[in-house]
């Protein structure tokens, strides 16, 4: 079955940085573009960032432009979120989630949602 | 940006009521619109594709309806396990949540 398991979270000092990973099975990974979606504590959600399903597109979201890059390995399965210059804001439950169509690329919901991992961002 | 708006915010309903939550949209999405059932501590769960489209394995209960800049979803016979918090997202440019509704029981 589709699986998404996000990991990295934690506590972070502001400025630090943090690298999230999301590690998918039971699909062709190379096939589906896959999200970062975020949610503060007691808030909705926010959508953050996308790379399309061969790499060549991704957009972000303004608050965390020029700030967080999306990054892959098709070898590992693997989708990435390296945040930097944390902010006390960017604190939430992150998750990784999968457009549902295979071999495209354009604008669709999510089919299948990670577990999330939480940051912190706190002295 | 395109602005999702939902109402209510909070919802008192009681098992077997019939419950519509309104989505609009700051712009036309066409039917570009999903709903999504969230329970605490858990991901997101799809339940409505294309406004009105029920994801497999859903119940029938629920429906979605709408276009342009007006949606809702209808649960017809509320059921316990239906008791959540629930998200319209537009995803005709880019992507955008609305703020929640929350079903509590009455």
């Known amino acids: 079955q589709v699986l998404l398991v996000e990991s990295g979270g934690g506590v972070v000092q502001p400025g630090r940085s943090l690298r999230l990973s999301c590690a998918a099975s039971g699909f062709t990974f190379s096939n589906f573009s896959i999200h970062w979606v975020r949610q503060a504590p007691g808030k909705g959600l926010e959508w953050v960032a996308v790379m399309s399903y061969d790499g060549s597109t991704k957009y972000y979201a303004d608050s965390v432009k020029g700030r967080f890059t999306i990054s892959r390995d098709t070898s590992k399965n693997s989708l990435y979120l390296r945040m930097n210059s944390l902010r006390a804001e960017d604190t939430a439950v992150y998750y990784c989630a999968r457009d549902p169509n295979a071999g495209t690329y354009g604008y669709d919901y999510f089919d299948y949602w990670g577990q999330g991992t939480l940051v912190t961002v706190s002295s | 940006d395109i602005q999702m708006t939902q109402s209510p915010s909070t919802l008192s309903a009681s098992v077997g009521d019939r419950v519509t939550i309104t989505c609009r949209a700051s712009?036309?999405?066409?039917?570009?619109l999903a709903w999504y059932q969230q329970k605490p501590g858990k991901a997101p769960k799809v339940l409505i594709y294309?406004?009105?489209n029920l994801e497999h394995g859903v119940p029938s209960r629920f429906s979605g309806s709408g276009s342009g800049t007006e949606f809702t979803l209808t649960i017809s016979s509320l059921q316990p396990d239906d008791f959540a918090t629930y998200y319209c997202q537009q995803y005709n440019t880019y992507w955008t949540f609305g703020q929640g509704t929350k079903v509590e029981i009455k």
């Open positions: 294309k406004a009105s």
């Open positions: 712009q036309s999405i066409s039917s570009w």
